[in-house]
């Protein structure tokens, strides 16, 4: 072969062999994106069942979300409401920073927390009001100046509770049903 064949032979062969690694590197990026965000994907979703098993199971758990507020043991139920305020938030601060639960869901899980604050509101009225009193006894919360108004914003988480409480444990039957898939 003459100069001028085996520079026809490179000027075909180069870029070939420039296509040819392009394609694979390529091929390697998509590959090793598609592993990257598997594991961290997965990782977030079951992130955000567990969360959401844990609002669930504390809805149907906890007291404070059947008692007739009327006949709610404040001293007994402000820890149960810390309790789901800490597990509520949580739950919201994943849900509401991530683009994989529908809108309604995370709606729900905020509307949760926020009741579960307007209820809390109360807690240092109540301490103030017990003031150095070792323990408060039924009969004491009818003297206590803000108790119409806690129980109505207990009825209020209450009824939002109640009334999304299915839909909740629906979408948590589907996370999980997605999970053993």
């Not at 939002?160 to 444990?169: N, T, V």
């Amino acid at each position: 072969m003459d100069s001028e064949g085996i520079k026809a032979v490179g000027a075909i062969l180069g870029p070939l062999i420039a296509i040819g690694s392009l394609i694979f590197n390529v091929y390697q990026f998509r590959e090793n994106n598609r592993l990257r965000n598997t594991a961290p994907l997965l990782q977030r979703k079951e992130e955000l069942r567990t969360s959401l098993k844990a609002v669930v199971g504390r809805m149907s758990s906890s007291f404070i979300f059947k008692v007739d507020p009327h006949y709610e043991n404040w001293e007994r139920g402000f820890p149960s409401l810390e309790a789901f305020r800490d597990i509520s938030e949580a739950a919201n601060t994943l849900f509401v920073h991530s683009s994989l639960p529908p809108s309604n869901i995370k709606m729900i899980i905020q509307g949760l927390f926020l009741r579960t604050m307007a209820v809390l509101a109360f807690r240092d009225s109540l301490d103030r009001f017990r003031g150095p009193r070792e323990r408060l006894y039924p009969d004491d919360y009818a003297e206590w100046p803000e108790e119409l108004e806690a129980e109505e914003a207990l009825k209020e988480l209450q009824k939002f509770a109640k009334s999304y409480e299915s839909r909740l444990g629906n979408h948590l039957r589907k996370m999980t049903d997605s999970a053993r898939s």
